[in-house]
């Protein structure tokens, strides 16, 4: 089982910056991705970004140029760096791992962290 601990969600005024941080502990081992989802009322859950163990990265086309996702391995740890913020990037942001243990796929989500972008 792998436990997931999200931070750094809040609030911010447009044009701001957050920074998110999820932390994976419990049997970490066979983490192939992590990744951020968002979902915002009313609306589906969608990608924000992800990163492989290969550090493959890809963005959702909302927020290629103002989201950087990076990660430690050393601390199973993934970031969202979210710059120029805009109001409808307000959602709740989710953390995701994709681990392979024996050959089977699982998924784990972290609580979900809200952030919210107003004046």
């Known amino acids: 089982q792998v436990q997931l601990m999200e931070s750094g969600g809040g609030l911010v005024q447009p044009g701001g910056s957050l920074r998110l941080s999820c932390a994976a502990s419990?049997?970490?081992?066979?983490?192939?991705?992590m990744a951020w989802y968002r979902q915002a009322p009313g609306k589906q859950r969608e990608l924000v970004a992800d990163?492989?163990?290969?550090?493959?990265?890809n963005y959702g086309d909302s927020v290629k140029g103002r989201f950087t996702i990076s990660k430690n391995n050393t601390e199973n740890t993934v970031f969202l760096q979210m710059n120029r913020l805009k109001p409808e990037d307000t959602a709740v942001y989710y953390c995701?791992?994709?681990?392979?243990?024996?050959?089977?796929?699982?998924?784990?989500w972290g609580q979900g962290t809200q952030v919210t972008v107003s004046s």
């Open positions: 990163i492989s163990s290969g550090d493959w990265i």
């Open positions: 419990g049997t970490t081992s066979g983490i192939y991705g």
């Open positions: 995701n791992v994709v681990q392979f243990v024996a050959f089977r796929r699982r998924e784990y």
